[in-house]
């Protein structure tokens, strides 16, 4: 039997999102930059997308671009902001996903200077640092700061950042990948002024997604050509895609108090069962507190078996993602593990991430797998 729980690296495809795009195909052949009905249909199609999306967040059609991913949106934010709006100091933290960590340290080069704010073994951000960092340069300056960790799970308090900013006169970019379709949001009224999503992390397709960017915000092109998306990024869109993530985001709003509470209920049994089965041996990761409903992760001790827990789990048809899989210091594979704990390597993290697809019995069985494999001893 298959079992996964690996929904913060991409979702199932629902299937009203699979009919949508098949009506889509079946249906549209214009390119939405032809003038002709074929065109202008398409076009039309792509606009109202536009609108119900942005309405979902509280914003103008014109402030969502449309983009081909989560890293994409990021990209573009990095560079845009160091290019067109004259940045030159990046403040952001050692637990981004790489679609932020590595783009600032390629872009930033040794002329833009790049602080990181500390963060605490729960992954939250330190705001005292934060504000203490932004009150001590005059520098045009770019905060990048996650709304939610991928791995962790801990979840920022946006506003008060967005105050911060707004304060300190920063422009804010915050990753809200895996919070768009989770939990409700308005990117105004946090004070964002870019954020990026992905369809594929909320049962839409994969190769779409979007970048919030505030209409105070000019910037040039990122991508040169056709001038689509208000001259920011040519290319001819991506209608099926577009059409996937409309109604990926439309199921998600429709029903996401029940969802929410459905998976809230299934984190929270895995976590008794855990506890049940493994009391103080274990550890938990991240926030208790501001937590991602989605997402658990926890840790066991580092030996030669657990190294392998990941790959264990995969040959029992149990899907779950970790650190490397190597059995000398595991957690090494994991940079925001290693950026929260001085003691990293001493354990093994395994991120268990669940969806509205998931039941108790998935997690019954995994338990069952997991006491089979798991190795509570340290072999020093
Ligand atoms: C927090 C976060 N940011 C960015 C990304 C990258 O998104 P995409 O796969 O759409 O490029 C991911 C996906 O793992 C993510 O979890």
């Known amino acids: 039997m298959a079992i996964y729980f690996d929904s913060a690296a991409?979702?199932?495809?629902?299937?009203k999102v699979i009919e949508a795009m098949t009506t889509c195909m079946n249906d549209e052949v214009g390119n939405p930059s032809s003038t002709h009905s074929f065109g202008r249909k398409a076009k039309n199609k792509v606009e109202n997308c536009r609108r119900d999306i942005a309405a979902h967040f509280g914003a103008q059609p014109s402030e969502i671009i449309f983009t081909s991913c989560g890293t994409e949106s990021d990209n573009m934010t990095i560079k845009c902001a160091i290019e067109d709006l004259g940045v030159t100091r990046i403040i952001s933290s050692e637990v981004e996903h790489k679609a932020v960590l590595s783009t600032v340290k390629v872009l930033c080069g040794d002329t833009i200077q790049i602080d990181y704010v500390k963060v605490n073994e729960s992954g939250e951000v330190d705001l005292a640092h934060l504000e203490e960092l932004l009150s001590t340069s005059d520098k045009k300056t770019l905060v990048t700061l996650m709304h939610a960790n991928n791995e962790i799970g801990t979840i920022l308090p946006i506003k008060k950042v967005g105050d911060l900013c707004e304060t300190y006169k920063?422009?804010?970019?915050?990753?809200?990948?895996?919070t768009v379709g989770h939990f409700p949001i308005n990117f105004e009224e946090m004070g964002v002024h870019f954020a990026a999503c992905?369809?594929?992390?909320?049962?839409?397709?994969?190769?779409?997604?979007?970048?919030?960017?505030?209409?105070?915000?000019?910037l040039k092109a990122m991508l040169i050509g056709g001038g689509q998306e208000r001259g920011l990024r040519a290319g001819t869109e991506n209608l099926i895609g577009i059409t996937g993530m409309h109604k990926a985001l439309e199921l998600c709003y429709a029903t996401l108090d029940k969802d929410k509470a459905y998976i809230l209920e299934l984190r929270n049994y895995m976590k008794e069962q855990l506890i049940a089965q493994y009391g103080d041996q274990i550890r938990?990761?991240?926030?208790?507190?501001?937590?991602?409903?989605t997402v658990l992760s926890v840790s066991f001790p580092?030996?030669?078996n657990n190294g392998m827990l990941v790959f264990k789990l995969d040959m029992k048809g149990v899907a779950v993602s970790g650190g490397s899989a190597c059995n000398s210091g595991a957690s090494l594979g994991s940079h925001v593990i290693r950026g929260i704990y001085d003691n990293a390597e001493d354990y093994v993290p395994l991120r268990f991430s669940f969806s509205k697809h998931n039941t108790k019995e998935d997690i019954d069985?995994?338990?069952?797998?997991?006491?089979?494999?798991?190795e509570i001893t340290v072999i020093v």
């Open 10 to 15: 991409t979702t199932q495809l629902d299937k």
């Open 170 to 178: 920063a422009y804010f970019h915050s990753d809200t990948v895996q």
């Open 198 to 218: 992905s369809a594929h992390k909320i049962h839409g397709p994969q190769g779409v997604g979007f970048l919030y960017l505030n209409k105070k915000i000019a």
């Open 284 to 293: 938990f990761n991240g926030s208790e507190k501001n937590f991602l409903y």
């Open 302 to 304: 580092n030996n030669e």
């Open 365 to 374: 069985i995994c338990m069952a797998e997991l006491k089979e494999l798991v």
